[in-house]
């Protein structure tokens, strides 16, 4: 399919490895960066979510999205592992569990762009999962160097999930992440310890997208 994301901010925080191993199904390996894991909290809207060669469908072309993520391998292709993925869309909640086996939740959500401000609001139904803050881009688009933790946070081209002791894989394809260096307020985020990751108290590193293209294909068994 193909799809759309607007607006999308990485906030990222170091975590050591024993901290999330257990949340994370062991055929993964976790990934790191200079010896450290990485939790990462992504909120954005996406808009054309369509299936190749169709048009979008309504109430699934178009709505917000926060997940909670954390960075994984196996074999010799790193990736992402979600923890959560909140979704304003409750038909696009059970076709990503039913078709993708990710932990998708439905939420009440809010985005606005205020003078270039986002502000965003997510509240997962029947469980304490909250996300309420802003943020905005403070730098020009650049592409991040190769080597760098921006670069190593950010250019990851698929997905793992584990269903049924299978491990699966979802490729992602894109062009490079037009970065920016942002700013950004939470009032309230509680969506990673929801998921039983705790975050320290430190700020984030924070990197902001303004849009990019995406195709993703079916899962597949990793071999």
């Not at 650049?142 to 946070?153: D, K, N, T, V, Y």
Request: charged share 20%.
């Amino acid at each position: 399919m193909q799809q759309t994301w607007h607006d999308l901010l990485f906030a990222h925080w170091p975590l050591p490895e024993p901290a999330i191993r257990a949340l994370v199904p062991a055929p993964l390996a976790l990934d790191t960066f200079d010896g450290q894991c990485w939790i990462g909290i992504a909120p954005f809207h996406m808009s054309g979510i369509r299936g190749r060669g169709l048009p979008p469908i309504p109430a699934l072309s178009c709505f917000a999205e926060l997940n909670v993520r954390t960075y994984v391998g196996f074999g010799s292709k790193p990736g992402v592992y979600f923890f959560s993925l909140d979704a304003a869309s409750l038909p696009a909640v059970w076709a990503a569990r039913a078709f993708y086996h990710l932990p998708y939740f439905h939420a009440s959500m809010r985005v606005e762009d205020r003078r270039g401000r986002i502000y965003y609001w997510s509240s997962r139904h029947g469980a304490d999962a909250e996300f309420r803050g802003w943020y905005h881009p403070t730098g020009e688009v650049q592409r991040a160097e190769p080597g760098s933790l921006a670069r190593w946070l950010t250019e990851r081209y698929c997905l793992y999930t584990v269903h049924r002791r299978t491990v699966y894989r979802g490729e992602i394809h894109h062009v490079q992440w037009p970065l920016q260096d942002a700013d950004a307020e939470f009032e309230t985020n509680t969506v990673a310890s929801a998921a039983g990751v705790f975050l320290p108290a430190t700020a984030p590193r924070l990197h902001f997208s303004r849009r990019l293209d995406v195709l993703i294909w079916p899962l597949r068994r990793a071999e």
